[in-house]
């Protein structure tokens, strides 16, 4: 399966993968999910958003076990956020059948639609459309860089938008969800082990950050003359850091904009977005409201006026405690089986205020994602498609 999937979308000069969603390499890997799910005599549908599924099974009973994740990537995303997902299910049910269990519950595989948002900007669109979490009017107004819409991509794309909204009775079918993951950090590394259960994923949110200060001659305009946001922006990123240290969270500005832009001009405005998560709420809030302080003092002090916007946020997700503590026991042999939390958001942390919802994370020996440098090593794949294996024969055939 890697073979047939590892050309598609690849850039040549990076290494990368640019699957964006409703382009050409994401139709060929719709081709190629549909081409493994006939070989395996698994029905095969596309529900309204545009979400793929394979059935082992009649859906309409209500309690199937559901995996899968997505196949589509950020611009020079790495090979396995997703795909190993998608991949490592129909490996599991590979290895289910040459164990002869008898199901006692459907099984499903599935591949989200436009998991990363690289395209629109807005992740998860295929579960947050289906869990009834992005209207229809909303979807329909998300615009690529090109102006393309949504449903016109998707109609590009050979799919009909009309019908795209919540889907209440597939939600229905399903009585549980486990995603498998390749793991967006090194707590697997550092722990020794090859596979973990994911506990929650943290919260997170987006605040913009407006510096307004005066624009000004950059030759002639004494320093002490001088209302640059420049300075109180970099003295906040460093703020940032050390706030986020001190509580054991993550804070990024990533992304900043400066007017006028040029060389010889002290900016008047510099806009900068911080992307923030913690392990829990109230760690996030006072990481964001040291940042937010510290950066009003700074202000004051060169004269600058400040707006701090949040932009998004979302709330932390716990997985469903009772699937998850099955889990363990499934998996758990004479060495518990580590469970951790993540930064990084999921179809799984849509699904999970619907129905029951657990991870799984293979071991990310530099922590790397997002990058062509992503890798998980073929051991900790296999025995990733092991424990999977495990957890669907607990949960679909006892
Ligand atoms: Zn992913």
């Keep these: 399966m890697w073979r047939s999937l590892r050309p598609i979308g690849r850039s040549e000069a990076s290494g990368g993968y640019r699957r ?98 690289a395209r629109f900007g807005l992740a998860c669109v295929g579960s947050r459309l289906t869990a009834g979490k992005l209207t229809r009017e909303k979807a329909y107004e998300l615009t690529d860089a090109d102006g393309i819409t949504l449903p016109r991509a998707m109609e590009a794309a050979g799919y009909d938008p009309a019908a795209i ?34 506990s929650a994923i943290w919260p997170h949110g987006r605040w913009r950050f407006d510096f307004r200060g005066e624009a000004n001659h950059a030759g002639t305009t004494r320093l002490v003359d001088r209302r640059d946001p420049m300075l109180t922006y970099a003295e906040t990123v460093l703020a940032a850091r050390r706030e986020a240290e001190l509580a054991g969270a993550v804070a990024t500005f990533g992304k900043i904009s400066v007017e006028p832009n040029g060389v010889n001009a002290i900016p008047s405005l510099v806009r900068g977005w911080l992307d ?56 758990g042999g004479e060495r518990a089986i580590p469970v951790l939390g993540t930064g990084a958001g999921h179809d799984a942390g849509i699904l999970s205020e619907s129905i029951p919802t657990a991870m799984l994370f293979v071991r ?34 006892r």
């Design 364 to 397: 990310n020996p530099t922590g790397i994602s997002h990058s062509p440098a992503e890798f998980a090593a073929e051991d900790d794949c296999l025995t990733g498609v092991t424990a999977l294996a495990d957890v669907l024969e607990g949960l679909a055939c």
């Design 165 to 198: 909204g919540p889907d209440p009775e597939r939600l229905a079918r399903i009585g549980a969800f486990v995603e498998l993951h390749v793991e967006q950090g090194r707590a697997l590394d550092l722990s020794g082990d090859p596979v973990g259960i994911a």
């Design 276 to 331: 923030s998560r913690a392990a829990d709420q109230s760690t996030l809030d006072t990481v964001v409201t040291g940042i937010e302080k510290a950066a009003r003092e700074y202000a004051d002090r060169h004269g600058i006026d400040l707006d701090v916007v949040r932009e998004s946020f979302t709330p932390v997700v716990e997985f469903e405690h009772a699937l998850r503590d099955e889990l363990g026991t499934i998996l």
């Design 20 to 117: 964006s969603a409703w382009t050409g390499a994401d139709a060929e890997c719709r081709l190629w999910f549909q081409a493994q799910a006939e070989a395996r005599g698994l029905d095969y549908e596309v529900d309204r958003n545009g979400n793929q599924w394979a059935w082992l099974g009649d859906p309409s009973r209500g309690d199937a076990v559901v995996t899968g994740s997505h196949l589509d990537s950020v611009p020079d995303g790495g090979a396995f956020d997703g795909p190993l997902g998608v991949v490592s299910s129909f490996a599991a049910l590979d290895e289910l059948r040459a164990r002869k269990v008898s199901f006692n519950r459907p099984l499903a595989i599935t591949n989200f639609g436009d998991e990363e948002g």
